[in-house]
């Protein structure tokens, strides 16, 4: 059998550790790169996560200060990314924990409103998230459009 290497080609590598696995051939196992790909799992299922969290609250943000605008389209995507997020914190429960991490939550709200600014030309969006989790992620929960958070165009010559 031919020994692929991690740098040159990590998929023959990595059809190659596993073969290795089962056929009990632990001495000649990578585990430097095995335990690499392990973590590299993990972040990407919160990645996973953090990318379906920005989409759900960009699209909040725009029902919210966007109302005449409002479509099913919206409706569907928030619809769907709170089901995906269900699943996948089902899927992996340990993730739960990055709900109620404040600076992963900043970085996610940050990255929303730049999302929903970009796509609406708005810039009055909150400094920090004004919803809870459990409302966020709540099938039916929809963000109100009160009286104070009149939306502002960024091109807007207001102060």
């Keep these: 059998m031919t020994t692929h290497t991690y740098e040159t080609d990590i998929v023959a590598w990595a059809y190659e550790q596993a073969w290795l696995v089962r056929t009990g ?6 585990l430097k790169h095995i335990a690499e790909e392990i973590e590299d799992v993990g972040k990407s299922e919160q990645r996973e996560l953090a990318s379906r969290m920005v989409i759900l609250i ?7 200060y966007q109302p005449e605008l409002q479509s099913r389209s919206w409706q569907m995507t928030i619809r769907n990314q ?16 990055k709900l109620n991490d404040v600076e992963w939550l900043e970085i996610i709200w940050g990255d929303a409103v730049y999302q929903a600014s970009k796509e609406t030309g708005l810039d009055n969006f909150p400094e920090t998230c004004p919803w809870s989790i459990a409302d966020t992620l709540s099938d039916g ?10 939306p ?3 091109q807007s010559s207001e102060p």
């Excluded at 997020?85 to 899927?91: E, M, P, R, T, V």
């Design 141 to 150: 929960w929809m963000p109100a459009l009160s009286l104070s958070e009149e």
């Design 82 to 97: 709170r089901r995906a997020i269900q699943l996948h914190l089902k899927q992996m429960p340990s993730l739960r924990a």
């Design 58 to 64: 960009a699209h909040l943000l725009k029902w919210q």
């Design 152 to 154: 502002r165009s960024r």
């Design 25 to 30: 051939q632990f001495e000649r196992l990578d």
